[in-house]
């Protein structure tokens, strides 16, 4: 008796601490909801998952328990089979007490985790529940496409769970059978009783009759088929596969009623007989036949079979992604420029980014980190109007790195109340350099120092990309704000982010989550403190709406009034698309649907609709009232800020690479196929990324802010096309594809690569370099189309081989047509392709040391240091003996002389 109390206790402990694990998490998700102000979101998420819940435990519990107890008592056997079985079980006498004392616990078990498991598809019932349709039907059923992607999936998942319900029964009640000896193995064969015979031939016919409504569904699955040369139904689907699942679900249904009849009559010959038909319809039709009708009947022709298959894999997967809005134009990628040209197009190149992430991100870890507990963890490229120019920036955010915090500084009073937030951000134009080498800033230092940029108002970044499990604001202890010099400045948080924490429960709910118990003891908690969790930006969008895929580049925009807010594109995605050609880990068809704004200092996150024309946002839109606002109400001074994202471009352009092949001969062939460029970055072959840029586009009356990427043919290294995404008001989501003539030779980025190395000036400059202790980085090959002509521009960068070395911009090659030049600027550069006086110089002079604004370079300074840097690579020469080059270089050196002396006329 007391080791049954005792297990008793045990069990009722552990469950529990099993309703604390799942109830302590739930609270504290319900108090941080009420937070952000999506409450509504969670308590309809909450009764979907309780509703699916409680019907799936309760049909579970009701289903097995009315069978199992009929099983355990109504079936009575021959008291005679008991003597003859052959498997040596208990008698029946030892075998029911021990059923009727644990076969409710087992089956409220199996209840309970059946309803569990369900909980977690609550996304399938809401999309039913919520679905709109498409406007488009399918090419073989004819049925609009929201059934495929909202009310196919949650049909087959009842379908699924209840197949699985009855055979589950049906298992345990034989086994419920055998234990009552009313199945037995005898010498003479089983033996089986009448009472128990009719209940299995009902469970029986209940499991055909589920598995033809799965053949009847199964029908529509041959749309989203591998087998043929494209994703969807193709030739044998149609004509073989389609036939016999038709054919199986009349057979699943004749089975069920051979079951029902065989009820009525001795033996189980008709079943049987019913049964061997069914499983061998299956295995031919669905396993030989069509395999034999693909390879004498579609391979022999099977461009002629496929043909109207692949017409709809074309369109379906255009479709699916967007690529049907693409708008192709040609380009002649004329070799025409000159000065004068260059001039018209003075903003594009004012805005060719010659900083790449990756260097400038060590350059700004050196320069602007300021404090160990420092990190950029990012570089985001955006536009601004700055007094009247329209510029490309660079901006990363200042974050707080609790990884790199001291060891002595890692106390939990230190991490969690004191070091609570990142400060500022770093500001500056994609191609102004100082003479060192550096990038010009126009926002930097703690605090925030702006010159010509808006000034940073709010620069405390408690939202960001990187961050902890949680922070407390407004408490006793001091909260660091800012260094300044040996000492720092503190602060109070004065935002409308964290949780209150107002009651001792709260408290204690956040320690028991936490597992921290200073949560409960700190005298530093007041009742006006706040809890901050999920505060990566990320994960606190994901909290929210995990309906939706998110980019994987949260980036930062300073507001017109100097607020720090993150936006975060969100996409929606099915696999559910027919014909659509799938991206592996993705599904076959994507939207940009969602805009997420995120204040860095408050953590408000706002979601706005970005593609209303979308059916699934207009479903969660519908499920999720006051969860999505239209993308008009968004405030101007963000609209201006809205990108269209890198990650949903390159999946575009990597099907586009295929997809703009129209005519089923030519894709069937793959006579035009295309890929994006691959370059060899830091010993690695890797695809080009797209880039953004600030241009203007042919035909365009003024520049824009795009995302460009290239394509070059399969197998070969020229260019054939570029494509353009638009991302300015009035103009955004717009595809544009430009194509260049097939019968001209463009270079492509790797074709450019070798000319570069095989160029002796430069290649000789860069050996110099690598010999003398130092690294050459060789930044990102931009394509940069001008008027109806295409330039290549890439920036070189000079570092130290020691750690910590700071990568300065120190050459910028531009490739045009078969003319290479490598000066110390892009202005240069471009002057000594196409003559002419060059666009006014984008270095800056140095910063005086009392920390006055940098001014301009004069014209004539920037030819003094062109002609030292002249004179410098003739004496290289001279002292590696080069006599041709010193030569070429004292030409160059009284050129550049003689345009000094006019200069300063």
């Not at 069978?67 to 208990?90: C, I, S």
């Not at 050459?776 to 000079?798: E, F």
């Amino acid at each position: 008796m007391q080791r049954s109390q005792a297990a008793l206790f045990l069990v009722l402990g552990l469950v529990a601490l099993g309703l604390v694990g799942e109830i302590v998490p739930l609270y504290t998700d319900w108090l941080w909801f009420q937070e952000v102000g999506y409450t509504g979101v969670f308590l309809t998420t909450l009764k979907l998952r309780g509703s699916l819940f409680t019907a799936v435990a309760v049909v579970v519990l009701v289903f097995l328990y009315g069978n199992l107890t009929f099983a355990a008592r109504r079936a009575r056997p021959d008291v005679l089979w008991e003597l003859e079985d052959q498997l040596g079980l208990p008698g029946r006498v030892v075998i029911e007490p021990i059923i009727r004392r644990f076969l409710p616990v087992v089956l409220a078990f199996i209840a309970f985790a059946s309803g569990l498991r369900a909980s977690a598809r609550w996304e399938t019932l809401l999309q039913y529940s919520s679905a709109v349709p498409f406007g488009t039907i399918d090419p073989l059923f004819g049925r609009d496409l929201g059934f495929f992607v909202f009310t196919l999936p949650f049909w087959r998942m009842v379908v699924g769970w209840a197949t699985a319900l009855v055979i589950g029964t049906l298992v345990l009640t034989v086994v419920i059978y055998v234990l009552q000896r009313s199945l037995v193995l005898t010498a003479r064969g089983p033996r089986l009783a009448a009472g128990a015979r009719s209940h299995l031939l009902l469970l029986g016919c209940v499991v055909l009759m589920l598995a033809g409504v799965g053949f009847w569904l199964d029908r529509f699955e041959l749309l989203y088929s591998p087998r043929g040369v494209v994703f969807g139904a193709s030739y044998t689907d149609i004509h073989a596969s389609l036939p016999v699942l038709n054919a199986l679900t009349v057979l699943s249904a004749l089975c069920a009623l051979a079951c029902l009849v065989q009820i009525t009559r001795g033996g189980l010959r008709l079943i049987a007989a019913g049964l061997l038909v069914l499983i061998g319809v299956w295995i031919l039709g669905l396993g030989i036949y069509p395999a034999l009708l693909q390879r004498f009947r579609v391979t022999p022709n099977e461009l002629a079979a496929e043909r109207p298959f692949i017409q709809h894999n074309i369109r379906m997967t255009r479709q699916a992604y967007g690529l049907d809005r693409v708008e192709e134009k040609e380009f002649p990628a004329d070799e025409s420029l000159d000065a004068r040209a260059l001039e018209r197009n003075a903003s594009t190149i004012k805005n060719i980014r010659l900083w790449d992430h990756r260097p400038l991100l060590r350059t700004f870890a050196q320069l602007q980190e300021i404090r160990t507990y420092y990190r950029f963890v990012d570089v985001d490229n955006d536009r601004y109007t700055v007094n009247g120019e329209y510029r490309q920036l660079m901006l990363s955010p200042r974050e707080l790195s609790y990884q790199n915090l001291q060891t002595r500084a890692g106390s939990w009073i230190n991490e969690h109340l004191t070091f609570t937030h990142g400060y500022g951000v770093v500001v500056g134009p994609v191609n102004r350099i100082t003479p060192e080498g550096l990038p010009e800033l126009w926002v930097k230092d703690i605090p925030p120092q702006s010159e010509g940029f808006t000034r940073v108002t709010r620069p405390e970044i408690y939202f960001g990309e990187i961050s902890n499990d949680y922070v407390l604001v407004r408490t006793r202890s001091q909260e660091l704000d800012y260094p300044a010099g040996d000492q720092n400045v503190y602060a109070t948080y004065a935002g409308r982010g964290g949780v209150p924490l107002v009651s001792w429960l709260r408290k204690l709910v956040f320690a028991a989550r936490f597992g921290e118990v200073k949560l409960l003891l700190s005298n530093d908690l007041t009742p006006e403190s706040r809890l901050m969790m999920y505060r990566t930006v990320g994960e606190r969008v994901r909290t929210i709406a995990p309906f939706f895929q998110y980019d994987r580049d949260p980036y930062i925009v300073v507001t017109d009034d100097g607020r720090l807010q993150w936006m975060l594109d969100g996409y929606t995605t099915t696999d559910r698309y027919p014909y659509s050609d799938p991206v592996r880990g993705l599904g076959n068809y994507i939207r940009n649907s969602v805009k997420a704004v995120i204040d860095a200092y408050h953590g408000t996150v706002t979601f706005y609709i970005a593609d209303a024309t979308d059916p699934i946002v207009r479903a969660y839109a519908r499920a999720f009232p006051g969860l999505l606002k239209p993308l008009s109400e968004m405030p101007a001074d963000l609209q201006r800020h809205i990108r269209y994202p890198e990650d949903f471009f390159t999946i575009q352009a990597r099907k586009y690479a295929t997809y703009h092949m129209l005519d089923p001969q030519v894709f069937y062939n793959k006579e035009d196929l295309w890929a994006v460029p691959r370059r060899t970055v830091e010993g690695r072959e890797r695809e080009i990324e797209p880039y953004y840029t600030i241009m203007r586009l042919p035909g365009e009356a003024r520049e824009e802010f795009i995302l460009l990427t290239l394509f070059n043919p399969a197998r070969r290294d020229n260019m054939i096309a570029w494509l353009a995404a638009r991302s300015d008001p009035g103009h955004y989501g717009r595809l544009i594809a430009y194509n260049f003539p097939k019968q001209k030779l463009v270079y492509g980025p790797r074709q450019i690569d070798a000319r570069i190395d095989q160029d002796p000036v430069i290649s000789q400059q860069l050996s110099l370099w690598n010999q003398r202790g130092s690294t050459v980085i060789r930044g990102s090959l931009l394509a940069i189309p001008i008027d109806q002509s295409l330039i290549y521009v890439q920036p070189l960068y000079l570092a130290a081989s020691e750690q910590g070395a700071l990568p300065e911009l120190r050459r910028v090659i531009v490739a045009y047509g078969n003319q290479i030049a490598m000066e110390a600027t892009l202005e240069q550069s471009l002057a000594r392709i196409f003559g002419g006086r060059p666009v006014p110089t984008v270095v800056s002079a140095p910063t005086p040391a009392g920390g006055a604004p940098r001014e301009a370079v004069t014209g004539a300074r920037a030819l003094v240091l062109r002609a030292w840097e002249i004179w410098e690579r003739s004496q290289d020469a001279l002292r590696r003996g080069d006599w041709a080059q010193y030569g070429a270089e004292q030409k160059r050196l009284e050129e550049t002389l003689r345009s000094l002396r006019e200069a300063n006329r």
